[in-house]
């Protein structure tokens, strides 16, 4: 026995696209909530504790602005916290959720580092790099105690280098204590927090420009070219260690602006592009490849890069010169395998090549 008829098809495609529709609203307003206006809180949050002696950054990519940094130092009982927070509006790994990174710094009355925390969230959760320099490494070097922490798992290692630890934030006040000379050549080595790099950087002090700046007065800063693993970048520095001016050879651009310019962010369509897509080298040939399977051998000439490095020269690579030749892996007769191999196997920072569910697989 049917106590209630079906429902003419007149009336339930409507009332199923209703419901659709409220679904669709309440899934937007839930995102909404959970996500933009959590970042906007956070975000005011973060940027409310730079005072009026802030320095605000906008960040430019090849001439369009894709977002801002902004930093200060504030004085503490035995030296000066570097603070430095960012945000950035591109595209990388196919991520287009603007990427939050915050830098501090605790250096003494000389700008000597002496702990540091950097954490970097592209939208899908934070990376915490924690590190301390231990004050009883010998004299000869330093060490560097630094704690990761991702996905609510911390990675603790020790790092022992060859002198004290030198970061971005803390390097154009170490030039200006004495160190901003003209024609002057300098061996830096600085460490890079989000690759956990200790990596030499030749520096080249070049003479006084005259910076202009979107509503400054000029302001003379000394030229600083920086040679790192074969890309040169150029800073103009001011006696006081106030960095006016950056420049990369990727197109990306820092200028010091004043807090609303800096913050004002519009960023054109045609500039959300995949970084590494944007950055990449794209060589020129006489035939385009359709089917990169069917490549047996590949032969490259690179012009303006360091070809160097040990590390390029592999079982199917050969680098000769500025001439790099790729042989497909399939083209390769068996033989012994390397005996460093296990070194490259090894846990890293980011690799967690010990942990229980890889291991699982």
């Known amino acids: 026995m049917t106590f209630f008829k079906p429902l003419p098809r007149s009336i339930t495609r409507p009332v199923s696209a209703v419901f659709v529709i409220a679904w669709i609203v309440s899934m ?7 996500y933009i206006d959590a970042s906007a809180a956070n975000l005011a949050t973060d940027l409310a504790r730079y005072g009026s002696s802030a320095e605000w950054r906008g960040v430019y990519y090849r001439g369009e602005k894709i977002g801002f940094t902004v930093s ?30 915050h830098t501090t710094a605790r250096v003494d009355s000389n700008f000597a580092l002496r702990s540091f925390e950097f954490s970097l969230d592209p939208g899908t959760g934070p990376v915490v790099v924690r590190g301390r320099v231990d004050p009883s490494a010998s004299a000869s070097g330093a ?28 390097f154009s006040r170490l030039l200006a204590g004495g160190r901003l000379t003209a024609g002057s050549r300098q061996q830096w080595t600085i460490f890079d927090p989000a690759t956990l790099r200790n990596q030499p950087v030749t520096v080249d002090i070049g003479g006084r420009e005259l910076v202009r700046n979107t509503g400054e007065r000029p302001i003379p800063a ?120 296990d070194e490259y196997l090894k846990p890293e920072p980011f690799i967690e090549s010990d942990a229980p569910e890889i291991h699982a697989e």
């Open 143 to 170: 060490r560097l105690i630094i704690d990761i922490t991702s996905a609510g798992n911390t990675r603790t290692e020790t790092r022992q280098l060859s002198g004290p630890p030198v970061l971005s934030q803390n």
């Open 72 to 101: 200060q130092t504030v004085p503490s009982e035995d030296g000066f916290e570097l603070q430095e927070d960012g945000r950035l509006q591109m595209s990388l790994l196919g991520a287009t959720t603007p990427a939050a990174l």
């Open 222 to 341: 000394f030229r600083v070219d920086m040679e790192y693993q074969g890309l040169r970048t150029t800073s103009w520095i001011t006696d006081t260690g106030d960095v006016m001016r950056e420049e990369s050879p990727l197109g990306l651009i820092t200028v010091r602006e004043d807090a609303d310019s800096a913050q004002r962010l519009s960023v054109p369509a045609r500039v959300q592009t995949d970084l590494l897509e944007a950055s990449a080298v794209v060589p020129i040939m006489r035939q385009r490849i359709d089917e990169p399977r069917d490549v047996r051998f590949l032969r490259l000439e690179l012009d303006g890069a360091d070809l160097s490095n040990a590390d390029l020269q592999g079982s199917n690579q050969a680098v000769r010169g500025s001439t790099i030749e790729l042989t497909d892996p399939q083209a390769l007769r068996p033989g012994p395998a390397d005996r460093d191999l």
């Open 28 to 34: 937007a307003v839930l995102v909404k909530r959970s």
